[in-house]
C-alpha cells in the first residue's frame, strides 16, 4: 500500500503475507443487548456472558496482536497492563490508557475520527436513522452529538442513558 499517492487505497496482493494492521473491535455492553430476532441471523446460540469475552477473550487476543503488529506498546508492561489498578483500561477504547495502537486499530476510535468530519457525520447519521426508521427529533439529536459518542451509539444502538434506538450492529 502507497499511502503517499493514495492514502484511502486498500490492496491485498497475497494470502500469506505478513499481517501489518487489524481492525479489531472491544466487546461492550450491547453484546447484552442482542435482539432475539437478529440472534439467529447473527449466528448467535446462547446468551454472552461480557465479562468472559472481555477478560478471557479479547484481552488475550488484543495482547496477542500488541505483541506482533505493535510490540512497542506491550513489550515490558504486561504487569502494569493487566495489574487490577490499571482496571484493563489498556483494553477500553474510551480509557485515557487505552493502547491506541496505529496497527491494532479499533474500530469504535476509527468510526469516531470518520464522524469528526461534519459533512460525513450528518450524512451518516441521515442514512443510518432512515434505515433503521428513526425518527426526525432522534436524527436531529444524534447529529448533535460527540463524534466518539455518535460512533458508541452506531456500534452498541443504545443511547448514553441507556436508551435502545435501534438494533445494535453485529460486529
Known amino acids: 500500500m ?98 491506541n495502537s496505529e496497527n491494532v486499530i479499533e474500530l469504535q476510535n476509527l468510526l469516531a475520527d470518520i464522524l469528526a468530519d461534519e459533512y460525513i457525520s450528518k450524512k451518516l447519521t441521515a442514512a443510518v436513522c432512515a434505515i433503521e426508521g428513526c425518527t426526525y427529533k432522534l436524527q436531529l439529536k444524534l447529529s448533535a452529538t460527540d463524534p466518539k459518542e455518535l460512533a458508541e451509539i452506531f456500534i452498541s444502538g443504545t443511547m448514553a442513558d441507556d436508551t435502545m434506538v435501534f438494533a445494535r450492529c453485529p460486529i
Do not use: C
Open 2 to 99: 502507497n499511502m503517499q499517492q493514495n492514502p484511502f487505497k486498500i490492496g491485498v496482493t497475497t494470502e500469506i503475507g505478513r499481517l501489518r494492521k487489524l481492525l479489531v473491535h472491544s466487546p461492550d455492553s450491547g453484546l447484552g443487548k442482542v435482539v432475539p430476532s437478529k440472534a439467529q441471523d447473527w449466528l448467535f446460540e446462547d446468551i454472552v456472558h461480557l465479562d468472559t469475552i472481555r477478560k478471557d477473550e479479547y484481552d488475550y487476543y488484543t495482547k496477542l496482536l500488541m505483541y506482533f503488529l505493535d510490540p512497542e506498546k506491550i513489550k515490558g508492561k504486561l504487569a502494569e497492563i493487566d495489574s487490577e489498578a490499571a482496571n484493563r483500561g489498556f483494553y477500553k477504547p474510551n480509557h485515557p490508557n487505552f493502547h
